[in-house]
């Protein structure tokens, strides 16, 4: 097996291991998760604490409708004793009870969505905020339609299970309190018997809840190896379809559909357990209650309207419980989501530079000393790297596939840090000032072309969206662009689909150079910038940047060798080392790798 191919096994390895640990390595509880979203939330806590208030309000007012319904019971028992006076005020003060219950739980429900969906807003701000400060060896290996998943599904998910679980949590333990409260005062022996037999649903509840916890967790899982296929899919389509490879494609897509299915099937099975268990059990209750209050009631020890207050506690003092039971799958779900957030929220951030200097002027010096560098500490890759680059000079990259000419470039732009050595801008050790202002002294156009949904004038002026039209216009011009786009149908204003569907690879390419061309910084770096160009437009294009280079220093990765034979140096590439460097006549003097490789790309067949 060759050096690089070890090194891209380990990389899916090292990719595959950080998969694990993410999703399973960070098991907490739910009081853990449950703390670091009220932390995240605390700017909100008025929220929450005047939904206690309309709950306490709620739950008074509600305590109050069986006593007056009891007594308006009371009030028509008896032959010829049916008071139709007493009925009157209990029944208009019942349902004035009702309506105050009403109006704050209208109100409670108002506060705890507003408190829900603030934080939820802050933590997707946060997790957005946090992928962009994660190192870039993290977003290398780490799936992108899982990250994507986190950021969507796993929110939405929390969102909807705190929603249902908190709210019902401060509903339910103001209600458990005062139901408890009045029972006591009514009847100790009743109050006695439902405080016994009641928590019989939370000990089912709690056995249900543990059977079914790692099945949710599994669940939110899959649901991201789901995101991630589709988004890989549908971002290949295109390749799948030219490799007719859709019967393929439907089978894997078949084998993660059903597990999800699977794992999905089993973990509402168990959760639906819960709500009829706790039902049951309130049944149970509701049933024993009446029976010993009945029998209180032939003795002569409680009246009729106690034993019917009672009843309608019981079912008051069940409800909590059996509201919480009936929304377990979603409480289990947002657990189980909110973990995978705040793992990534967790993740160590890239080593901060707050306190180091901007590179305030560039001349386009670059010193690059000893350096060694490897992703992975086992596969060596640059080892012992020298190179002094003067203003102005054109330093070309060439070598096989896989060589690492885009390591250099990481290494260059401080996508990556070096194992050891020094790079050095104008004198500057890049490890001691900010990478913003590094990477600002550098325009860079890679072979992959990124566009966003915004308009022609956005994305080529996306550098420095101030900047005036006609400075626009002008770098179109310099980057061959410009008639066509006076051919679209809203020329500089017209809109780019998202990833630039809308355009042709060659199109898309010519945009992004037209976008560098724009900001004319100290230094440039072109990776394979013109690879998806034909080659009359790729000569003009090589004409416009002699011109943008003229003056700054210029690092090419090039494949098609006959562009970069003007380069002040060329470094040749293999394995990850430089192993040659000179002009292009010197190499070809030297008949050594680059000569063959020059060679065989115009050799007569």
């Given at each position: 097996m060759s050096e690089n191919s070890q090194m891209s096994s380990e990389l899916v390895r090292q990719k595959e291991t950080r998969h694990f640990k993410s999703r399973f390595m960070k098991n907490r509880s739910a009081f853990q998760i449950v703390s670091k979203v009220f932390k995240v939330a605390r700017p909100y806590r008025q929220y929450l604490y005047l939904t206690f208030l309309f709950d306490f309000i709620n739950s008074i007012a509600e305590l109050l409708v069986p006593i007056f319904l009891g007594k308006a019971i009371g009030a028509a028992i008896g032959k010829g004793n049916v008071n139709f006076k007493l009925i009157t005020i209990y029944s208009l003060v019942m349902i004035g009870c009702v309506l105050i219950a009403a109006l704050f739980n209208a109100l409670g429900s108002l506060t705890i969505n507003a408190y829900n969906y603030k934080a939820t807003y802050k933590i997707r701000d946060l997790l957005f905020k946090k992928i962009n400060s994660l190192p870039l060896s993290f977003i290398d290996t780490t799936s992108h339609g899982d990250l994507l998943s986190r950021m969507i599904n796993d929110i939405d998910v929390m969102t909807d299970g705190f929603l249902e679980s908190f709210a019902a949590v401060i509903s339910g333990i103001v209600s458990l309190v005062g139901t408890l409260v009045a029972m006591l005062i009514l009847n100790i022996p009743l109050a006695l018997i439902i405080v016994t037999l009641t928590p019989l649903s939370i000990i089912s509840s709690a056995y249900i809840i543990k059977k079914s916890k790692k099945y949710f967790n599994l669940e939110v899982q899959s649901l991201g190896d789901l995101s991630g296929y589709l988004e890989e899919y549908i971002a290949g389509e295109r390749v799948v379809k030219a490799f007719n490879h859709e019967p393929e494609s439907v089978k894997d897509f078949a084998k993660i559909n059903q597990n999800y299915y699977k794992i999905g099937e089993k973990s509402q099975f168990y959760s639906n357990l819960s709500a009829p268990t706790t039902r049951f059990v309130n049944g149970i209750v509701y049933g024993v209650v009446g029976l010993f209050g009945a029998f209180q009631a032939i003795r002569g020890i409680i009246s009729v309207d106690i034993i019917s207050t009672f009843l309608s506690y019981a079912n008051s003092f069940g409800r909590p419980f059996n509201e919480i039971s009936s929304n377990i799958s979603d409480i289990q779900s947002s657990f189980a989501a909110a973990g995978r957030v705040f793992n990534i929220l967790e993740e160590p951030d890239e080593v901060s530079d707050e306190n180091l200097p901007d590179l305030l002027s560039c001349d386009g010096n670059v010193s690059i000393k000893n350096v060694n560098f490897s992703y992975i500490p086992k596969v060596k890759l640059i080892q012992n790297f020298n190179l002094e680059v003067k203003q102005g000079m054109k330093v070309a990259i060439v070598g096989p596939t896989g060589c690492g000419k885009s390591t250099l470039i990481n290494l260059l732009m401080r996508f990556y840090d070096v194992n050891s050595g020094t790079i050095s801008v104008s004198g500057n050790n890049i490890k001691e000032i900010t990478r913003s202002s590094l990477r600002n002294k550098y325009g860079m156009v890679l072979q992959e072309t990124w566009l966003f949904n915004a308009s022609i004038r956005d994305n080529i002026a996306y550098g420095?969206?101030?900047?005036?039209?006609?400075?626009?216009?002008?770098?179109?011009?310099?980057?061959?662009?410009?008639?066509?786009?006076?051919?679209?149908?809203?020329?500089?204003?017209?809109?780019?689909?998202?990833?630039?569907?809308?355009?042709?690879?060659?199109?898309?390419?010519?945009?992004?150079?037209?976008?560098?061309?724009?900001?004319?910084?100290?230094?440039?770096?072109?990776d394979e910038a013109t690879s998806n160009i034909d080659t009359r437009t790729e000569m003009n294009i090589q004409n416009a940047f002699n011109n943008i280079m003229h003056g700054r220093t210029s690092f090419v990765v090039a494949h098609r060798l006959s562009t970069i034979t003007n380069a002040d140096i060329i470094l040749v590439m293999n394995k990850g080392n430089v192993i040659e460097q000179g002009t292009h006549q010197e190499l070809l003097d030297k008949k050594g790798f680059y000569y063959n490789l020059y060679n065989s790309q115009f050799a007569k067949v």
């Open positions: 420095n969206p101030n900047i005036p039209l006609d400075e626009v216009i002008a770098a179109a011009k310099l980057a061959g662009i410009h008639e066509f786009i006076e051919k679209m149908p809203n020329k500089y204003d017209t809109m780019v689909i998202e990833g630039g569907n809308n355009l042709s690879q060659g199109e898309k390419q010519l945009l992004c150079i037209a976008r560098v061309m724009l900001l004319k910084p100290p230094m440039l770096i072109l």
